[in-house]
């Protein structure tokens, strides 16, 4: 059974930071490219960031380009999400997924469609 599950949300003022974690268990890890996505309160679940197989390659969502980073290690089958300089607007459920994916194509790591498993999400919330 696949479990994908999420710690390290929390609460942080703006401009402080906070560090998610993944941990993968029932999957093979590697084989799995990895997203974060999130869903502020009434609003649809959004990309945010996602790490190459091996981790050698990533992207981000505009908005956390440059605050935001994204790690994963295999010999842990743990994913990470480094989030600095914290604004108001990250409030949110914050999701960790595995990719069903075979190619490192925007057009697929980018949408909630292309990923097979999914954790239970983390609360993130800052405040101003």
């Known amino acids: 059974q696949v479990q994908l599950v999420e710690s390290g949300g929390g609460l942080a003022q703006a401009g402080g930071s906070l560090r998610l974690s993944c941990a993968a268990s029932?999957?093979?890890?590697?084989?799995?490219?990895m997203g974060w996505f999130r869903q502020p309160p009434g609003k649809e679940r959004d990309f945010v960031a996602a790490?190459?197989?091996?981790?050698?390659?990533?992207d981000f969502a505009d908005s956390v380009k440059g605050r935001f980073t994204i790690s994963r290690d295999n010999t842990e089958n743990t994913m990470y999400l480094q989030m600095n300089s914290l604004k108001p607007e990250d409030t949110a459920v914050y999701y960790c997924?595995?990719?069903?994916?075979?190619?490192?194509?925007?057009?697929?790591?980018?949408?909630?469609?292309?990923?097979?498993?999914w954790g239970q999400g983390t609360q993130v919330t800052v405040s101003s």
């Open positions: 997924a595995a990719g069903s994916f075979s190619m490192w194509r925007g057009s697929y790591y980018s949408s909630d469609r292309s990923y097979a498993f």
């Open positions: 029932g999957l093979t890890f590697s084989r799995y490219a």
């Open positions: 790490v190459s197989w091996g981790g050698g390659s990533t």
